[in-house]
């Protein structure tokens, strides 16, 4: 089954720096990627997600890239806010009807 | 994400007894899940309902069981053969066609807890 790697555990930065998140995965049939941010004891809430047709997807400060060839995406926050403080999950599915399998996450703290 | 609801909010179980976590959507999702969450481990799949009337274990299945009588709901409980019961249980819903189909919509969690 697929397998994700999620990198690093914890990430500090000072507000206004940018943030990389780096996921890797083992299912080459995968073709969905999602990214969900959890704030202490909520639910996660999906952030951007991208499919296996593109490379890239910004919204805002958020930006996604896929690198299919060597199954890796990773999350970039750029100038970063107190309130980007919370745990980013990756995930990585081979679409709908499939199940989502989950990196282990990332606990993102941004020093004001 | 605000039609999935999960009651209650907090849970407390005894040894040897059994609970039912409520998992209830109004988005008229096909596919529901179940996640547990421990500190460090991400978001493990319990068990899945693409349709009704039918479902799949999912990685960590021992200890638990389900049900999927409505499209509405899809409740989960925790037997007594799941010795370590404490745990945050998300529960999420998804379309399983049209455009954005694979995207999961979470509940606001219950947390269980051991007496």
């Known amino acids: 089954g697929e397998n994700v790697e999620q990198h690093p555990s914890t990430l500090s930065v000072q507000e206004g720096d940018s943030a990389v998140i780096k996921c890797t995965y083992s299912?080459?049939?995968?073709?969905?990627f999602p990214w969900y941010k959890q704030e202490l004891g909520k639910r996660p809430q999906l952030i951007i997600d991208?499919?296996?047709?593109?490379g890239e997807k910004k919204d805002q400060r958020i930006a996604v890239t896929l690198n299919k060839t060597a199954k890796h995406f990773s999350l970039h926050i750029t100038e970063t806010q107190p309130e980007d403080s919370a745990v980013y999950f990756c995930?990585?599915?081979?679409?709908?009807?499939?199940?989502?399998?989950f990196g282990k996450g990332t606990l993102l703290t941004v020093n004001p | 994400d605000g039609g999935i609801t999960q009651s209650p909010k907090y849970l407390f179980r005894k040894e040897g007894q059994n609970v039912t976590l409520s998992c209830e959507q109004n988005?008229?999702?096909?596919?529901m899940y179940w996640y547990r969450q421990d500190p460090g481990q991400g978001l493990r799949l319990i068990y899945y309902?693409?349709?009704?009337?039918?479902?799949q274990k999912g990685d960590i299945a021992e200890g638990y069981s389900v049900s999927r009588e409505k499209k509405e709901s899809f409740p989960l409980t925790v037997t007594s053969a799941q010795k370590n019961p404490t745990a945050f249980y998300l529960c999420a819903s998804s379309s399983t066609a049209g455009t954005g189909a694979e995207t999961q919509y979470f509940g606001p969690g219950t947390r269980l807890l051991v007496l």
């Open positions: 299912d080459s049939a995968s073709n969905y």
């Open positions: 995930a990585a599915s081979r679409g709908s009807n499939y199940k989502l399998t």
């Open positions: 309902s693409q349709i009704v009337n039918d479902f």
């Open positions: 991208i499919r296996s047709n593109v």
């Open positions: 988005l008229n999702h096909d596919a």
